[in-house]
C-alpha cells in the first residue's frame, strides 16, 4: 500500500495566504469599479457617518481574503493524497482565472481615484486580505 505523503505545513499556509491575497486584491479592485471604495472611510465632504459602500468593502474583502485562505489551505491538505476530483480542481482553476483576469482589466482602466488615496486604499486592502489570509489558513490547518 503507497504511503500518504503531505505537503509541510509552512508550504500549505503561504500558498493560502498568497492566493487569499491576490482574491482579497481582485475583489477590492473589482468593487472599487463598482463604487465600493474603500477610501470612503477617510472623506471628510461626506455628511454621513460612515458610507456604506465603505462598509461593504471592507466586509467583502475580509470575507473573500479568510475564505480564499481556508478554502486553499483545505484544497491544498487534501490535494497531495488525490482527494480532489479532476472537474473539481478544473472547476476552481478557471474561476481563479476568471476573477484575476477581471481584476487585471480593471487595473488597466484609468482610475478616477486620486493617486495617494488609491495607494493607501490599495495597502489598506491588502493588509486585510493578508490578515484574514492567513487566519482563514491557520484555521484550516488546526482543523486537519
Known sequence: MAETTYFPRRLILGGA?????????????LGARYGLDLGGLWRSDTTDFMPAGAAIAWWLIATVGFSGGYLTATLMDSA??????????QFLIAV???VLAGAGQVAASPSSVPTIS???TGLAAL????VMAF???HFA????
Do not use: E, T
Open 17 to 29: 495566504m498568497i492566493s487569499g491575497v491576490l482574491l482579497a486584491l481582485a475583489v477590492h479592485m
Open 80 to 89: 497531495v493524497s488525490g482527494d480532489i476530483p479532476p472537474r473539481m480542481r
Open 96 to 98: 481563479a482565472v476568471l
Open 118 to 120: 488609491g495607494v493607501l
Open 127 to 130: 493588509g486585510l486580505g493578508a
Open 135 to 137: 487566519c482563514g489558513a
Open 141 to 144: 490547518l488546526r482543523r486537519a
